[in-house]
């Protein structure tokens, strides 16, 4: 079993919308609900962003929205703005009953 | 409000032993499972443990396995992590997180976070 994939970096401009995948495989995000993603800031603690595939917790802005197809989970991030600018983190549950983050994306608002 | 406070973090030899400790406040403590999720200097977050809200199912990273020991005390609302034969590589800052379950089936998500302790092992 190995970290989850997600690309290094994305960027947009202001009120642009960009997308972040994290692939797993069946064992993990193509089996399960449970994938989660989590923003960080420089030097900050993370934050919960996206439960349970597409749940926001309360407080979250409704610019961030998560879906699943296969074994590929994206969080979506619309109308960018320059607060976003973060690292990026997905999680899973998989089925040896584990937990596996992604290596993170960090994401620069031009 | 939630608070998880970390302590016991510090430098240690390879080979040492250190037990991280988190005191958690604001909330039904038996309510939830809780996990230990490091993040190495630079790098990304990694699942270290979690442990149940009764303490009958525990699960290890396989990086730590044979290592580390999880373990909570309801009386005292707190989560501990005995960590022994450290590795250079276990050099991180360890958070102490909250994760909500449904009855008593974990729903392996992660909603509150401590401000973490520093662990680094170094000769």
């Known amino acids: 079993q190995s970290a989850l994939t997600q690309p290094a970096s994305v960027s947009g401009s202001p009120g642009q919308s960009i997308t972040i995948s994290c692939t797993g495989t069946?064992?993990?995000?193509?089996?399960?609900?449970?994938v989660s993603w989590y923003q960080q800031h420089p030097g900050k603690v993370p934050k919960l962003m996206i439960y349970e595939v597409t749940n926001r917790p309360s407080g979250v802005s409704d610019r961030f929205s998560g879906s699943k197809s296969g074994n590929t989970a994206s969080l979506t991030i619309t109308g960018l703005r320059a607060e976003d600018e973060a690292d990026y983190y997905c999680?899973?549950?998989?089925?040896?009953?584990?937990?596996?983050f992604g290596g993170g994306t960090r994401l620069t608002v031009l | 409000q939630v608070q998880l406070l970390e302590s016991g973090g510090g430098l240690v030899k390879p080979g040492g032993s250190l037990r991280l400790s988190c005191a958690a406040s604001g909330f039904t403590f038996t309510d939830y499972y809780m996990t230990w999720i490091r993040q190495a200097p630079g790098k990304g977050l990694e699942w270290v443990s979690y442990i149940s809200s009764a303490a009958t199912v525990i699960v290890y990273a396989e990086s730590v396995k044979g290592r580390f020991t999880i373990s909570r005390d309801t009386a005292r609302s707190s989560l501990y992590l005995q960590m022994n034969n450290l590795r250079a590589e276990d050099t991180a800052m360890y958070y102490c997180?909250?994760?909500?379950?449904?009855?008593?089936?974990?729903?392996?998500?992660?909603?509150?976070w401590g401000q973490g302790t520093l662990v680094t092992v170094s000769s």
């Open positions: 069946r064992n993990d995000i193509g089996t399960y609900n449970f």
């Open positions: 997180v909250r994760a909500p379950s449904r009855g008593r089936v974990g729903r392996y998500f992660f909603d509150s």
């Open positions: 999680a899973s549950y998989t089925s040896d009953t584990t937990v596996f």
